[in-house]
């Protein structure tokens, strides 16, 4: 699926198990999406009980939603046909392919992985037991990304020259103190690869995909307390002739600044921005299509944080992919492609020098030690 996902047409109309594997900061998100699109909600788990009774509670989940601390059990017992995995990132990949080895579809938060290997394990692990797995970017399902993407289909912008993501945000010693796993190669990576990894993917995805080489530089310059990175930067050239820079970094104060993506081209210049790249603030295209005013008023979200609103419509796709054995809109495959581009970085970073791509083999453990 290249084009425009039409999200009025995918909401609420089908009843399946569904199980929730990490009651975390973002799982809110996930337990709504499974709410407004009628999934019947069987078990939730994570290891914290209190944090399970907190979203069960602000949830009016029911006694008949079943608790869990091992996962393994609740696969085991509830046999669900869809799990979202929102653990720390680097249990990601063992629990997914402990999830499709029991014939359970996964949507697995972003990163998919932090390790080419295991995202490669995931992706293989699906195709032989026929198991759906979405990567959840759900930022593509923003209705400004939508109609850019559409853009892109329609060929509107003619030769792309190139495109750029910025994320600047904030995130102090609180955030990280209440998540140890926060900020450490093993269970996390930095700024690019938690915050920023959705806007990764959107230029990756708008560009062209196909990626020749990366030169990237990061540096931790004001959270001595976390492993990884809170800055990078990062020239990207694409196979297409095509050119992204990436900027990435929480080290803005006082609070989140914005998230902007553009994408320039011979016929057209684009810029989504907002909190979390929902709003269209540019919209030039030489053939006049459309009224760039118009655009801009149809296609304007305003979420309450930078998660948005596109966990609905990625479960409702993910939902029909299931039920019509197709891949879903953003697959396990895509979830590579970002998470390879950020390892990419990491290693252009740390070696100092051009990356090229395809990547064969790279994990956030590689880099281990980078800022002492």
């Avoid at 230029?203 to 310059?221: A, C, H, K, P, Q």
């Avoid at 210049?269 to 907002?274: D, H, I, L, Q, R």
């Avoid at 590579?336 to 990419?344: G, R, W, Y």
């Amino acid at each position: 699926m290249s084009g425009v996902f039409y999200i009025s047409e995918r909401i609420g109309k089908y009843k399946m198990k569904y199980a929730l594997i990490g009651c975390g900061r973002i799982s809110p998100n996930h337990i709504a999406a499974a709410q407004n699109n009628n999934l019947e909600i069987v078990a939730i788990c994570d290891i914290d009980e209190a944090c399970m009774e907190d979203k069960a509670l602000k949830f009016k989940l029911p006694d008949t939603v079943k608790r869990y601390t091992d996962y393994i059990e609740l696969l085991e017992n509830e046999k669900p046909e869809l799990v979202a995995i929102c653990t720390e990132s680097g249990k990601h990949a063992k629990i997914a392919i402990d999830c499709i080895k029991r014939d359970v579809n996964c949507i697995i938060e972003k990163p998919i992985a932090l390790s080419i290997a295991d995202a490669d394990a995931i992706i293989n692990a699906a195709i032989k037991h026929h198991i759906k797995v979405c990567a959840c970017h759900q930022n593509r399902f923003n209705r400004s990304v939508q109609i850019i993407r559409e853009a892109i289909d329609m060929n509107r912008f003619g030769r792309l020259f190139y495109g750029t993501a910025h994320v600047r945000w904030a995130r102090n010693h609180e955030y990280y103190d209440r998540a140890s796993w926060r900020g450490t190669w093993e269970q996390d990576g930095g700024a690019l690869m938690n915050q920023c990894i959705h806007n990764i993917d959107l230029l990756r995805w708008m560009m062209g995909s196909d990626i020749t080489e990366v030169v990237g530089m990061t540096d931790r310059l004001n959270h001595d307390y976390i492993e990884a990175e809170d800055l990078g930067i990062a020239l990207v050239k694409f196979k297409n002739g095509s050119y992204g820079i990436i900027e990435g970094t929480t080290d803005v104060y006082p609070k989140n600044l914005e998230e902007t993506l553009y994408i320039f081209g011979e016929k057209g210049t684009v810029k989504a921005g907002g909190i979390s790249v929902n709003v269209i603030e540019e919209w030039r295209f030489s053939d006049l299509l459309d009224d760039p005013n118009e655009v801009k008023k149809r296609f304007h979200e305003n979420p309450p944080n930078v998660y948005g609103y596109g966990h609905t419509p990625l479960y409702a796709d993910m939902i029909h992919a299931i039920e019509q054995d197709r891949q879903p809109y953003v697959t396990a495959m895509e979830g590579k492609k970002a998470l390879e581009l950020v390892l990419a970085i990491y290693k252009s970073a740390a070696e100092g020098g051009v990356v090229k791509l395809p990547l064969t083999e790279c994990s956030t453990m590689d880099f281990v030690g980078r800022f002492k």
